[in-house]
């Protein structure tokens, strides 16, 4: 969490926090979705990133004279794909569109969009805050072109202009204007970006632009049915500066309605190293881009068996996968949640608990605590992880059977992560294995009260905490190995004596 002294604030935050309460922020978001196919939306040019600048833009995607574009029926299929995740209406017969505008990394002149008849339309998308669900409907999902790149850095009084993202399949993902402010935003961003990686449509490299959200801010008075001005903020490729964009303009927005003005509607950018919003142009509206029918594209049409053979494929989906758990495994809502936020994170958990037989809960604490913090400490992805699911899942098993003890169980996991040996060879070697023999615990156990007449006698007087002392006293004489369970059992039966 930053301090409010980071934040710059358009007007002074003491105005702004009682002026807040009056008001309330709207957001609906336009997610940009690279499809990853290995070639562009209407020509055959390859969509890798990183060739050198306008080697990856044939003649289709300058816009020679003559040619003419083809449709990608791959990136159709994805399309199709995330249409069915959402539970959205896919449109048996859509239209591709001309969306004309002027700009210099755009060579035709237009961009091939989809307007009145996208292929998706509908659908919603579920998120968690502040732990309740909150569903948010999607107005629409479209196919269209991206433009390619203007390039400022390096050059002197002019602008380089790479043309290798020029045609590059996009799906356009317009939700409805129904999150209620920064924190929600970025929740459904985070769960469409599982999403469209968990359906394979998207690779979500918000670095190399594969992601991009557009957020449409306006502030209307707290109980109002009806949506205020609204600004698009372009571009935002990180969550956290989604977040800060969104809250730096709904301040911005209140601060000039609080006194008097009018909100205008306009394109804005966001500015990181400043943290503001700033203008860029006039908002458009579409009939400022004279949308109309491509004439040389037919219209798109999908048969019902190809629909049919797309949803076959598809794997099973984030929020199903999370009912299961919580069904079958017994996990709370919460940790199922965790776990299906990335399809890797809950195939790890899935490969796992296949080795536990039934100690579900115990799979997910360790996968969601020690082997998710020690990725992160490592800045790892979970295929680099030097703990397998099935090394993780011995480990467990000792756990299970009361082999070691869990504070064991953490010596070993760090030493299975650093120097790649399994469970049952380190507690060997490092003579870790949990006293369970109930003679030699009985033993030590009336030796310790022996040792320690005082503590016992205050246990019995009522004094708690006396009782942990003589657990601590066994266990220190065990060297941690005697197992916890049976100490106290015993403990608890000969002071009651």
């Keep these: 969490m930053r301090s409010e002294g980071q934040i710059h604030y358009p007007f002074p935050i003491t105005h702004y926090r009682e002026a807040a309460m009056k008001w309330e922020t709207v957001i609906g978001l336009e997610v940009h979705a690279q ?77 091939i969009s989809q307007y009145e008849m996208p292929i998706v339309q509908g659908g919603a998308i579920g998120i968690f805050v502040d732990g309740r669900e909150k569903i948010i409907r999607l107005t629409r999902a479209h196919l269209e072109e991206d433009a390619g790149k203007s390039l400022h850095e390096g050059f002197h009084d002019f602008t380089g202009i790479d043309l290798n993202r020029a045609g590059t ?94 909100i205008e509607q306009e394109t804005r950018l966001y500015d990181a190293a400043r943290d503001e919003t700033r203008s860029m142009r006039t908002k458009e509206d579409a009939h400022d881009y004279r949308y109309f029918p491509d004439p040389d594209l037919l219209p798109l049409e999908v048969s019902e068996s190809w629909i049919g053979e797309i949803r076959s494929n598809l794997p099973e989906l984030p ?18 949640g965790l776990l299906t936020q990335s399809r890797e994170l809950s195939e790890f958990y899935e490969a796992l608990v296949r080795r536990l037989a039934g100690f579900y809960k115990l799979g997910a604490s360790w996968v969601l605590n020690e082997f998710m913090a020690s990725l992160n400490r490592a800045g790892l992805e979970i295929h680099q992880a030097p703990v397998s699911s099935e090394r993780l899942a011995g480990l467990l098993k000792l756990i299970a059977d009361n082999t070691i003890s869990g504070r064991a169980a953490k010596e070993v996991f760090d030493a299975m992560w650093n120097e790649g040996m399994d469970a049952d060879s380190i507690v060997e070697y490092r003579g870790l294995k949990q006293i369970s023999d109930s003679g030699e615990l009985e033993r030590i156990c009336e030796e310790v009260i022996a ?43 000969k002071l009651s004596g």
Excluded at 180 to 209: F, K, P, T
Excluded at 321 to 331: K, S, V
Excluded at 470 to 488: H, I
């Design 169 to 262: 399949p996009l799906l356009e993902i317009v939700s409805e204007p129904e999150m209620s402010g920064a924190q929600e935003a970025v929740a459904y961003a985070r769960a469409l970006h599982a999403l469209v990686r968990w359906i394979e449509i998207c690779d979500g490299n918000m670095q190399e632009g594969s992601f991009r959200c557009d957020a449409n801010v306006s502030v209307r008075p707290a109980g109002s049915d009806k949506l205020g001005t609204r600004c698009e903020i372009k571009n935002l490729n990180s969550f956290r500066f989604l977040e800060r964009a969104i809250e730096f303009e709904a301040r911005r927005q209140i601060g000039i309605l609080e006194d008097g003005g009018v």
């Design 35 to 111: 499809l990853s196919t290995r070639s562009k939306m209407f020509s055959g040019a390859a969509t890798a990133f990183g060739a050198p600048p306008n080697t990856q833009a044939c003649e289709v995607d300058i816009a020679l004279p003559g040619v003419l574009p083809v449709a990608n029926r791959e990136a159709v299929a994805k399309a199709v794909r995330f249409g069915l995740a959402v539970g959205g209406k896919i449109n048996r017969r859509s239209i591709f569109a001309r969306k004309n505008y002027f700009y210099p990394d755009l060579p035709k002149g237009y961009q």
């Design 451 to 493: 040792a320690n007449a005082r503590q016992a006698e205050d246990y019995r007087s009522g004094k708690e905490k006396a009782f942990n002392s003589l657990v601590g006293q066994v266990m220190k004489a065990t060297r941690g190995k005697a197992n916890p369970q049976q100490v106290n059992e015993i403990l608890k039966r």
């Design 319 to 336: 929020q199903a996968r999370q009912r299961r758990y919580q069904d079958e495994y017994g996990l709370s809502g919460y940790d199922a």
